[in-house]
């Protein structure tokens, strides 16, 4: 029974994280699609100059998780500019999917 303290109280879930995942993943671009069953959230780093990027992450959601992640989006944001102050919301042109310089003969 001394491992008592280090199991799950009921109705709590016990989740890892890994090392590698732990490092996270940086994204200054996300893409949303979604069907009548799942919404598709794809992250992307793009660099200017490069031209051509790769998907770093795809987290699959069905649409009440969607709408979950939302809401508790919104709330951590409220609570940051709470703490931190507002944050800036730059206009930034629309990035095409083919980001990148295009050669021209």
């Given at each position: ?8 109280k009921?109705?709590?879930?016990n ?70 102050g ?20």
């Amino acid at each position: 029974m001394a491992d008592d303290k280090n199991q799950p109280k009921k109705g709590q879930i016990n989740i890892e994280l890994d090392e590698s995942v732990a490092q996270g993943t940086y994204s200054n671009l996300a893409i949303i699609n979604h069907s009548v069953s799942e919404f598709v959230v794809d992250f992307v780093n793009i660099m200017p100059g490069t031209p051509k990027s790769k998907v770093k992450s795809r987290i699959i959601l069905t649409p009440q998780h969607a709408k979950r992640l939302v809401k508790a989006l919104n709330e951590n944001v409220k609570r940051f500019e709470q703490a931190n102050g507002t944050i800036k919301d730059y206009e930034q042109p629309q990035v095409p999917i083919n980001f990148g310089p295009t050669g021209q003969a």
